[in-house]
């Protein structure tokens, strides 16, 4: 993959970590930024690669060959438009789009160039992740029931998106790639605490067609910091913690069942609490090799792209729950 010339759009909060990945995975070309000084700082760490503020610049490089977007989201549909109309492979920050007809544009031009269009959906290169979904599909848990997410902290509180769009995206990507379902019911509550128009605190539930729910805990206003994502199948349960430093993925052998001999009553089973070997790749890492392994004809780049678009078509339609005027 080295020979795979990328070009880095947004040196904030996430652009020096794709920089770093993209250069000892691939050619790191262009750096690109609308700060002086970011510019500057990361020129002297990458001096091979040219350094613009121009996003036209990279566009108009006929031997770039990947664009990849780490800049505000509010910015992430048109620059990954121009840029796949520039005939670039796009690697964009969630959400690359704020509304479904945007990302299906999106989703369209790249289709009709035979382009990458990969959304930055993390967790979904995380080992204990992939654990997860290796459970659901063996059918180790028997038919999933719940999910439930909790993404909780004090901070990092945002002004120009709530906490579902920043917060919610990212368990929203697991529950659909774990569900495999685009949901037929969401509605969403909350309310905007410290910035007004803006969500601090987001509860979320989902219906799917197959009669699967789930659920998401979103805040800013927290005590505790949760990274956490609960998956309950009939047989057994399992959790993914992120913020555990070992015992990431804990399966429980724990499900209701009903005595053969006792007609219409439940009761709980209890067995063993164990924790699987997860990798310790790191997510990122995976994520960028992906994109690259797709830019060079592995893959389906459709799928990623598809993907992207049901996150976005139900953060839609989440939001538009969440700012419903109650009759």
């Known amino acids: 993959m080295h020979d795979v010339r990328i070009g880095i759009v947004g040196l904030g909060y996430w652009g020096p970590n794709l ?45 770039l060959d ?30 690359p789009a704020t509304r479904a007809d945007e990302m299906e544009e999106l989703c369209a031009l790249a289709e009709e160039r035979d382009l990458t269009l990969m959304p930055g959906h993390l967790l979904l290169y995380h080992p204990g992740v992939l654990k997860l979904k290796q459970l659901v599909e063996e059918g180790d848990l028997g038919e999933v029931l719940v999910l439930y997410g909790n993404r909780q902290n004090l901070g990092q509180i945002r002004t120009n998106e709530n906490a579902l769009w920043s917060l919610g995206v990212h368990d929203l990507s697991v529950i659909l790639y774990l569900v495999e379902e685009e949901p037929s019911e969401v509605w969403a509550h909350g309310n905007a605490f410290l910035t007004p128009g803006v969500e601090d605190v987001v509860f979320c539930y989902l219906r799917f067609p197959s009669g699967k729910i789930a659920h998401m805990h979103l805040s800013w206003l927290d005590p505790h910091k949760m990274r956490r994502m609960t998956v ?96």
């Open 232 to 327: 309950v199948g009939r047989d057994k349960m399992v959790v993914f913690d992120d913020m555990a430093l070992e015992h990431k993925v804990t399966i429980y052998e724990k499900a209701p069942e009903q005595p053969t001999d006792r007609y219409g009553e439940w009761r709980t089973r209890t067995g063993d609490k164990f924790s699987p070997k997860i990798r310790n790749d790191e997510p990122l890492r995976l994520e960028c090799g992906h994109f690259l392994s797709l830019v060079a004809g592995e893959g389906d780049r459709r799928r990623v792209a598809t993907d992207g678009l049901a996150v976005v078509r139900c953060l839609e339609q989440l939001q538009s729950s969440l700012t419903a005027v109650p009759a």
């Open 66 to 95: 990947g664009v990849v977007i780490a800049t505000p989201v509010p910015t992430h549909f048109e620059l990954a438009r121009q840029a796949l109309l520039a005939g670039k492979h796009v690697f964009v920050e969630k959400p």
């Open 19 to 63: 920089a770093r990945n993209f250069d000892e995975l691939a050619e790191l070309a262009w750096l690109c930024d609308l700060s002086p000084e970011l510019r500057e700082r990361f020129a002297a760490r990458y001096p091979r690669a040219r350094v613009t503020a121009e996003f036209d610049d990279l566009l108009a490089d006929p031997d």
